[in-house]
């Protein structure tokens, strides 16, 4: 786990983070527009650990405000896209 950290994580955030966009695309009613960190669409819990949901599509460059909102907000951040309750992809792989 210390070397998906290492070699993977910090690297794609700090990619993420860097790349310009420097504007919050959630837009929740708090947003302070900064990005400052990056959300999980599809949280971790649910992707089956950490790993699983550090993918390309799966992580989106937010303000902390909206990340905090999209936790406390799960109904309006669903109905936004900004959160998902199961994975898609592995839905239609398995059947
Ligand atoms: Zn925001």
Known sequence: ?????????????????????????????????????VHEILPRGRAGGIIKAHRKGNLVATCHACNGYISENSKWATEYGWLKHYDYNEQVQST
């Open 1 to 37: 786990m210390d070397k998906f950290y290492k070699e993977v994580r910090i690297p794609e955030v700090k990619k993420i983070l860097s790349e310009g966009s420097s504007w919050c695309p959630v837009k929740s009613p708090v947003c302070t527009k900064y990005v400052q960190g």
